[in-house]
């Protein structure tokens, strides 16, 4: 047992003579190795048991190395990204104690100013009497929408709180929406029990009312909107007698409240403006305005009081004509007194007769009245 053990001395001490360059420089390549890349080679001869080691560990580094990629290559091969420096912010180079500053509030945008009111009466448009004149002909015959289904033909009752009532309500409807569903929807509701009156709609469920007028523009809003105003009429018994306290009314504003001044209390405080009036009078340059309102200021400066009440339903009709009944305007103006001038202001507005003059056999009249003198 000693003799062997004493053998295997023997043969460690001889190998370590051999390999006793390779033995002492270990250490020194061990530390190495974990800077430098395993790719310088090794002078000890790879049978030996230590070579062996190193061999097999440097290859190990490497394969490991290699299969998490570039994160573990050395820092002297590959050196680390940069970091990209961060612009400092004005408060950086105040002291970390120091309390930030608050940062301003932004401003809202400047909202684009509306066309001037004017502060002296408009001067009367040249060709003012000539065009109102003629727009009077072409209306004699009140054919138009608003003349059938409009707030002053909408009223059933001589009652005289109830007309008011009636028609505060029409015109309440007649925001965007056409004065057929308006109508409609007025018969409605005259015609369910009790009738269009003061007390039955205050008495009646909101639901209720939504199914009589289902069909007006925003009928959900305007339900609400009536059963308000129809509360502050109760109190009052009667409608507002003041174009200022109508306006005070949801879902009324200043053209509803002129037109109902001057139809349900005979009183004229104003001219009641709408979109085709506004369109109208822009084109004709009768005014220069942004909104309807703007257009009823401008209007009322120059226009005479006396035609402030009958403006609107002239005008509103003979818009609703030139847009949705084209046929039945060409022929109004083809048989009117000064056919030329009626065909050229209808094209000033929109209608095009020489395309609706062929869509409906009239151009060969439309062409002679054009040549009359």
């Known amino acids: 047992m000693l003799s062997n053990t004493v053998r295997f001395l023997s043969r460690q001490v001889t190998q370590l003579k051999q390999f006793s360059g390779l033995a002492f420089a270990l250490p020194a390549t061990t530390a190495m190795s974990s800077k430098i890349p395993s790719t310088s080679t090794t002078v000890a001869s790879p049978t030996s048991p230590t070579a062996s080691r190193h061999f097999k560990r440097t290859r190990s580094s490497k394969a490991t190395s290699e299969d998490q990629g570039d994160d573990q290559s050395s820092s002297v091969s590959t050196p680390p990204p940069k970091k990209k420096k961060s612009t400092p912010s004005p408060s950086a180079s105040s002291s970390s104690t120091s309390t930030p500053s608050k940062s301003k509030p932004k401003k809202s945008p400047k909202k684009k100013s509306p066309t001037k009111l004017p502060a002296k009466p408009l001067p009367i448009p040249d060709d003012y009497e000539e065009l109102y004149a003629l727009v009077e002909e072409l209306r004699a015959d009140k054919t138009a929408p608003v003349d059938s289904d409009g707030a002053e033909a909408l009223t059933n009752t001589k009652d005289p709180v109830t007309f008011r009532y009636q028609t505060l309500i029409a015109l309440m409807l007649s925001s965007q929406t056409k004065d057929a569903m308006v109508g409609q929807a007025m018969r409605k509701m005259q015609a369910h029990e009790g009738g269009l009156t003061i007390d039955n709609i ?37 409608i507002p007698n003041t174009s200022e306290g109508l306006c005070d009314l949801p879902g ?49 400066s120059w226009l005479p009081r006396d035609r402030w009440d009958k403006i609107n339903l002239l005008w509103v009709g003979f818009g609703q004509e030139t847009q949705q009944q084209k046929e039945k305007s060409l022929k109004k103006a083809l048989a009117c007194s000064n056919p030329k001038a009626a065909l050229k202001l209808m094209k000033r507005i929109g209608l095009d007769y020489h395309s609706e003059g062929k869509r409906y056999g009239l151009d060969e009249e439309i062409k002679a009245a054009l040549k009359q003198e």
């Open 252 to 300: 009324v504003g200043p053209k509803m409240a002129h037109i109902v001044m001057s139809i349900a209390w005979n009183e004229v405080s104003g001219i009641g403006v709408d979109t085709h009036m506004h369109r109208i009078f822009n084109i004709l340059k009768w005014v220069k305005s942004n909104n309807p309102e703007q257009t009823r200021v401008q209007l009322e």
């Open 202 to 238: 205050s008495g009646m469920s909101e639901e209720t009312l939504k199914g009589l007028i289902y069909g007006v523009g925003f009928h959900n809003n305007k339900t609400t909107y009536i059963k308000k105003a129809t509360d502050v009429c109760k109190e009052l018994g009667d």
